[in-house]
């Protein structure tokens, strides 16, 4: 098979497998920000931003009541969430704070700036921007050179709006 995807596709939406769907709409909806959709009775329910109708899945119909997954097994790493600006990213990750939610870690990627939590169900967010392109580091070749260098996480919350 060959081929490549072309330039414009996206990642449309994450669904993940939450053992209290009620906390997990609060947590997706009231800390982060997104819209409830759509409600499938107590089992699964849709959010979304800007008027889609959905950016993110959530359901029990496997996990009803389940603990985490365990760190140490395949499967999903963390959903990212790209905010438009560098100020609306402060502001969520202010609500994140508010809630009490702990972070995992804070990083200047170059081409992007990111922080890292754990939803209620232990499953990994990073919430970030992009950069501009023109802004993205490259080595002497002309190629990408992404970091991990520390995030000032303060100024990133004095932006927020």
Do not use: C
């Not at 499938?40 to 979304?48: E, I, K, P, Q, S």
């Not at 999903?76 to 502001?91: C, N, T």
């Not at 702990?102 to 890292?116: F, I, Q, T």
């Amino acid at each position: 098979m060959s081929g490549k995807a072309p330039a414009d596709t996206r990642v449309g939406h994450i669904h993940l497998k939450v053992s209290d769907l009620d906390r997990a709409i609060h947590f997706y909806g009231d800390v982060l920000g997104f819209t409830l959709t759509q409600r499938y009775g107590d089992r699964a329910a849709f959010l979304g931003a800007g008027g889609y109708h959905h950016h993110i899945g959530l359901n029990t119909w496997h996990s009803l009541g389940a603990g985490p997954a365990p760190e140490r097994a395949a499967g999903l790493y963390h959903s990212a969430f790209l905010y438009p600006d560098r100020a609306s990213l402060g502001a969520a990750l202010q609500r994140v704070i508010d809630h009490g939610t702990p972070l995992d870690g804070a990083a200047d990627h170059g081409v992007s700036e990111a922080v890292y939590f754990r939803d209620p169900d232990g499953n990994g967010v990073e919430l970030y921007r992009d950069r501009d392109r023109a802004d993205w580091p490259v080595d002497a070749n002309g190629d990408l050179a992404m970091v991990n260098a520390p995030l000032d996480v303060g100024a990133l919350l004095a932006e927020a709006r």
